[in-house]
């Protein structure tokens, strides 16, 4: 067997030792952190027909989930989340003639605290089942302008602020794909369901104020101490 044949196999040996200890060791084991980001952005503009008003929308959302977990076993997850959530939007309606102009500003934030579990699976995917609190705080501003005679706007201007706090929960799952040295690349889908009641600033819960429901799409980066 010649010196070349010997080292083709003492590389093919090496090369399958560490396939097999690779192999052994699970990437996804010990305490554990990571964050998730989520973007939208959004522009729609609308030619009215007839008499109704040409519109205009411009909306954008960003929200923050960071986490600190620990793992149970080979295929449980227990941890602590949060998320921080901003959206605006601004609503414009312009008359065909000019003349009238209505403008609506909204800016909502939302925090939360949860627990979760997830239950992994198939070397890089999980479902994830989770409760907490949240906490949503919205101002609406509403500006009304007409044209006078004298080709000057004229109007008035109203806002709404609001407060609610409540409990939900949520539901879903996503993939971590290993990376290097414990990181890895992160996706997941969740559902959420919020119910919100008014909160006041002398901290007291009142009547029934919203549901909301969300259905979220987030990438991020996490890593496993192990």
Known sequence: MSAKHIFKIIIMAAIGSSSIAEAKRNPRDGVNFGIGLRLFDAANQTNGQGD?????????????HPYLGIVLGDHFNLGISGMFEEQSSKDSFTSKD?????????????KAGNIFLRFMFAKYMYF???????????????????????????????????????PGYH??????????????VTANYLYRAIQLRDYDSDSE??????????????????????
């Open 52 to 64: 109704e008003n040409d519109s205009q929308k411009n909306s954008e959302t960003t929200a923050i």
């Open 98 to 110: 000019g003349d009238q102009e209505i403008e609506r500003t909204s800016n909502a934030t939302m």
């Open 128 to 166: 994830e089942a989770g409760i907490g609190l949240y906490d949503q705080r919205i101002k609406i501003t509403d500006e009304y302008r007409d044209l006078d005679a004298s080709g000057n706007f004229t109007g008035e201007r109203a806002q709404n602020d609001s407060h609610g706090a409540g």
């Open 171 to 184: 539901l879903g799952g996503g993939v971590e794909i290993h990376i290097t040295n414990g990181f890895f």
């Open 205 to 226: 819960i009142g009547r029934k104020r919203s549901r909301i429901e969300k259905r979220e799409l987030t990438f991020g980066l996490a890593h496993y101490v192990n």
